[in-house]
Structures are given as structure tokens and as C-alpha cells.
């Protein structure tokens, strides 16, 4: 992609719903699994056994985040978006006892030891570091198929040949931007806001826009209820309570000051939704799950306090997806790649943004806000103790949604852009992330997974 070919991810490319704990790790090689089953079947092939063999980061962590349970679920036709995840969380133990799967009214084997973790886990030589090879043979041990494909981020699938190839459409957006300074400008140009520009361009590709922007707010506070309503320890064996429901008891019987409280209401949301993931709930990607709970919540208690109308949601959603598809396009969405940078910073720009608009910013405070939000997380590793998305991860989010406020705020107070812009920052992020030791990003081989003997 050319540095001045327009954007054309769509918003419900950006925010999927799936199961927890990591949307490169889990719904990725979920979908990606489901595509090698499909081009099986389209060509008529019936394999004695399949083999699935995961790289990378894919390796390195993919125990801790149910890596090999998602592509088992794949395999046997299983999608994020409808997934049972009870079934889900007990497959590995469904398919030791019966392994053998429908193949489109054939009877094929898989069993979770056809699962492997590639060791060493390295990156070198990877066309991404979350990589997965699928391989089908027949009875003789021929091989009838083989295709790897990269979780690239956020639950993006690529074949392995396609990395960092953009989404072709038939129909040009209605106001084509490249980066955060031509969205921008096409905002100033036609009078909108940030929002509004990506809405009337998402409506060119789909004619159910806002039936599907309700599906993902609904999703966000039906999340938001289940995990302010669950209780006890996550699973995984760190020992990790739930807080979510104790945080909002709190709030509910005043035992926090009151300036204070919208702040902290969002992050016992924030907590709601990644104590869900962590448990392999499902959740939205915003942009991925391990950073998912940082702009449902903010826009969630937004829409309680300021009583959003349904318009104002919509554009708010499409506000944060703006600018995750800018620094998709030009950085990176995976922790894997750059760091938690890419997640946790991510998420704090678009919410940043997000509240902005709501609050009345002008589409050059809500850029500005962006990058405030994505600049103050620059350098953020991605190194989660035992491969689980629990720790430092579910807390990173709640910082993330102090870090949004604030950065919403500070560009409230500006007259306009800040000396940085967002299409700098992201650069920044971009050459941080490769500039960053493979120990720190989503390998659980360095910072915080290491800190301690016990760990």
C-alpha cells in the first residue's frame, strides 16, 4: 500500500466480536483456521488427518491464551462471532474423548495433539510473528494441502504471501483519507466531524450501518453487565480475583469522591470487560482483546452521563475506528509486532478521540487528543506474566482509561493541534516497535513475565 492509497477497512473489520483472551492469539487463528477448513471443502478434499503447527509468538504464548483451542474450534467450523464459549473452554478435553470432527457429513480426526508448538519459538525468518502453518494429508501420510496464514492484529487474517497488503473494494469512499492529516483535512473540507467523515464512507460498503453500530454497543454493555455481575478467581493459576463488581459496589455507595467518580466508573468497566476476556468470555476487539476494554467503557459511561443519543454513539464509534484504521495502516494493532503500544496505546488514542468529539472538540482537538493518547504509551511492553492476559494487562486497561480522560481533556483546553501530530506519533510507535527486543513483545520471555522467580 502506497503511502497515499485511501483507507478502506471497514469499521466492523476493526471492532469484532469473538472469544477472549487475545484477538491475535485466539480469534485470528480461529478465523484463519476456518478459511484453510472451507478451501478444503470447496475443493472437495477429505483428509484423514490435519495438522496445525503455531509460530511465533503464536508458540510462545498460545497455551496461556487458548491459541490451540481456537484453531481445534476453527477446524471444526466453529466462528468468533457465534462460538459457544463453554464449549469453547472444554474442547481440548471434548476432543481427547471423541476426536474426530464433521467435515461437511464426513467424519475426519483431530485431536489436540495435532496441535503443535513450534520450539524454539523464534520470530526469525516469519513473515509476521504470529504465524500458523495448517496442513491436511490423506491416509497414506500424502500431503493434500498446506497454507500458513498471520494473525496480524486485532483479529485480522492474512495469508502468509498477503502481509501488509490493503482491503480491495469495489466502490471508492465517498471522502478518501490515507492518514490522520487527510482525515483531518477531510473533515475541515466537508464540514464534518472525524466520525462523520468515516460513517458516510462505511455507508458506501453496507447499507445496514447502524444496525450493526447498535449489535456492537449492545455488545460493549451486555460485556460491561456480565462482568460486573461474576465473581472469583480468573483461571490460569495466578491467583487473579475478580474486581470488577467490589469496584462498582464502591462507587454505587459513595465511598469515592464524586469528581473522581466517572473516572472510576469507567474503569470498573474496563475491568468488567477484561476479566471477561481473561476467562475466554467474548468480548469486542477495540482494536483487540487485550486492550478491549478501554474505549467501550469510556463510551459506555459517556453515554450514561451525557445521555448519548444513538447518532452521537455511532459517530463515537466511528471516531475511535478511524483512527485505529490510520494506525493499522501505518504502525501496527499487534502486541506481537510493537509492543503493548500497538494495544493498550492504541486504545487510549481512539477513546481520547472518542470523548473529544462527544465533548464538542473540533476535528483538530479530537486528532490532537489522539495523539496525546497514543503518545503517552509509547515504549509500552507486551509482557504477560504465564502467556495470560490477566497480569499486568486487565489494570493497563483502567490506566488506559485515566490516560484517555486525560488526554481528552488536555486537548479540550488547546486551541487546536499540539506540536506532534498523530501521523508522527504513529511513525514514532512504528520504529519503536521494531526497534524493540522480541522479549517484550507478547513472548513472555522478558519485563514483567520474568520479574519474579515465582512468576
Not at 43 to 58: F, K
Not at 189 to 199: A, F, K, N, Q, Y
Not at 319 to 326: E, L, N, S
Request: glycine share 12%; proline share 5%; aromatic share 4%.
Amino acid at each position: 500500500m502506497t503511502s497515499t492509497t485511501p483507507i478502506t477497512i471497514s469499521l466492523f473489520d476493526m471492532f469484532r466480536i469473538g472469544p477472549g483472551p487475545s484477538s491475535s492469539h485466539t480469534v485470528g487463528p480461529m478465523r484463519a483456521a476456518g478459511r484453510f477448513r472451507r478451501g478444503c471443502i470447496g475443493a472437495g478434499l477429505v483428509p484423514d488427518r490435519l495438522q496445525v503447527v503455531l509460530r511465533g509468538s503464536l508458540s510462545a504464548t498460545g497455551v496461556g491464551h487458548g491459541t490451540d483451542r481456537a484453531v481445534l474450534a476453527g477446524l471444526r467450523g466453529d466462528e468468533p462471532e457465534t462460538c459457544d464459549t463453554d464449549g469453547l473452554r472444554q474442547l481440548l478435553v471434548t476432543l481427547s474423548t471423541d476426536p474426530e470432527i464433521d467435515w461437511d457429513g464426513a467424519r475426519v480426526r483431530l485431536h489436540p495433539g495435532d496441535v503443535e508448538f513450534e520450539r524454539p519459538a523464534t520470530v526469525v525468518g516469519l513473515p509476521h510473528p504470529n504465524t500458523v502453518t495448517f496442513r491436511a494429508f490423506d491416509n497414506d501420510g500424502v500431503l493434500l494441502r498446506e497454507e500458513s496464514y498471520c494473525s496480524v492484529g486485532g483479529g485480522f487474517v492474512q495469508r502468509s504471501d498477503d502481509v501488509g497488503r490493503g482491503v480491495v473494494r469495489d466502490r471508492e469512499p465517498v471522502h478518501p483519507f490515507h492518514n490522520g492529516d487527510s482525515l483531518l483535512a477531510a473533515a475541515e473540507r466537508s464540514g464534518l466531524s472525524l466520525g462523520e467523515v468515516v460513517l458516510a464512507n462505511e455507508r458506501v460498503w453496507s447499507t445496514d450501518v447502524e444496525s450493526r453500530l447498535d449489535a456492537i454497543m449492545s455488545e460493549f454493555e451486555a460485556c460491561i453487565g456480565r462482568g460486573l455481575l461474576a465473581s472469583g478467581e480468573l483461571p490460569g493459576g495466578l491467583g487473579v480475583v475478580r474486581r470488577a463488581g467490589t469496584m462498582k459496589q464502591r462507587i454505587d455507595s459513595g465511598d469515592i469522591a464524586p469528581e473522581y467518580a466517572p473516572i472510576a466508573l469507567a474503569q470498573a468497566y474496563a475491568y468488567a470487560i477484561n476479566e471477561e476476556n481473561a476467562d475466554g468470555g467474548k468480548v469486542v476487539t477495540a482494536p483487540t482483546n487485550g486492550a478491549a476494554g478501554i474505549f467501550p467503557a469510556v463510551l459506555v459511561e459517556a453515554k450514561q452521563r451525557l445521555q448519548l443519543t444513538r447518532g452521537d454513539v455511532h459517530r463515537a464509534i466511528a471516531t475511535g475506528g478511524g483512527i485505529a484504521m490510520v494506525i493499522k495502516t501505518h504502525a501496527s494493532l499487534s502486541g506481537a509486532e510493537v509492543g503493548c503500544q500497538g494495544e493498550v496505546g492504541s486504545a487510549t488514542a481512539m477513546a481520547a478521540a472518542a470523548l473529544c468529539e462527544l465533548m464538542g472538540g473540533s476535528p483538530s482537538q479530537v486528532e490532537n487528543a489522539a495523539e496525546i493518547g497514543l503518545e503517552h504509551n509509547l515504549g509500552l511492553t507486551c509482557d504477560p506474566i504465564k502467556g495470560l492476559v490477566q497480569a499486568p494487562c486487565i489494570e493497563r486497561n483502567a490506566m488506559g482509561v485515566a490516560k484517555a480522560w486525560s488526554a481528552a481533556h488536555l486537548a479540550y483546553s488547546a486551541p487546536g493541534r499540539g506540536v506532534v501530530s498523530l501521523d508522527k506519533v504513529i511513525r514514532v510507535m512504528r520504529r519503536t516497535g521494531l526497534d524493540m527486543r522480541s522479549e517484550y513483545k507478547e513472548t513472555s520471555a522478558g519485563g514483567l513475565a520474568v520479574a519474579s522467580p515465582e512468576c
